[in-house]
Structure formats: structure tokens, C-alpha cells
């Protein structure tokens, strides 16, 4: 499976902005897909993920009610569309991909950078 993650950008605090990962290759095995952050000098963590279905969005605390995590499955894209973002939201955003079993991403994405300053 290869994922390309796009979207990214410098923002001003209060903006939107919506990420995008388009899937390809093997993409039949997918059954789950994550948004994941890293801010420098900070632990990678998960923002949202969403059934390979598009279905069954899960979201963490870290941008809950912020966020919306959608899949276009004609395109095999996922999308991360983010509200009000703020200077602590700067990160690298990856998206990644995992099978049923184990549960573990083992698909990346390059990330994209998410810079929100005034």
C-alpha cells in the first residue's frame, strides 16, 4: 500500500484547513485508516481514524470536535477536515493504514506539515 498525504500549509489561528491521503497498490487490504501528528520534540499521536468502509470514525481527545474524518471511496482518498485550528496544532500530519490483523499501521504516508501561526 502507498499513501500520499497533501494538504498541508501555513494557516492563520481560527482557519480551516483539509488534509487529504490518497491510497493505492495493494489497497484491498486495508481495513482501517489513521490521521496521525507530530509536533517537534512531541510523541506521535493518533487524531482520528475511519473504516476502510468509511464508516466507524473514531476520534481522540487531542482534536475531538475539531475534526472530521471522511473517506471518498471512488478515490480511495480519506480526508481530515480541520476547524479553528490553533499555534498548538502545529505538526506534521501522517496518514497511515493497518489490516484487520494485527492492528498495528503499518502503512505511511510522507506527512504533511501544518503550520498555524499569525
Known amino acids: 500500500v502507498q499513501l500520499q498525504a497533501s494538504g498541508g500549509g501555513l494557516v492563520q489561528p481560527g482557519e480551516s484547513l483539509r488534509l487529504s491521503c490518497a491510497a493505492s497498490?495493494?489497497?484491498?487490504?486495508?481495513?482501517?485508516m489513521g490521521w496521525f501528528r507530530q509536533a517537534p520534540g512531541k510523541v506521535r499521536e493518533l487524531v482520528a481514524s475511519i473504516g476502510w468502509n468509511g464508516r466507524d470514525a473514531y476520534y481522540t481527545n487531542s482534536m475531538k470536535g475539531r475534526v472530521t474524518i471522511s473517506k471518498d471511496n471512488a478515490k480511495n482518498t480519506i480526508y481530515l477536515q480541520m476547524n479553528n485550528l490553533q499555534p498548538e496544532d502545529t505538526a506534521v500530519y501522517l496518514c497511515?493504514?493497518?489490516?484487520?490483523?494485527?492492528?498495528?499501521?503499518?502503512?505511511w504516508g510522507q506527512g504533511t506539515l501544518v503550520t498555524v501561526s499569525s
Open positions: 497498490g495493494s489497497t484491498l487490504t486495508i481495513y482501517n
Open positions: 497511515a493504514a493497518r489490516k484487520n490483523r494485527p492492528r498495528v499501521y503499518d502503512a
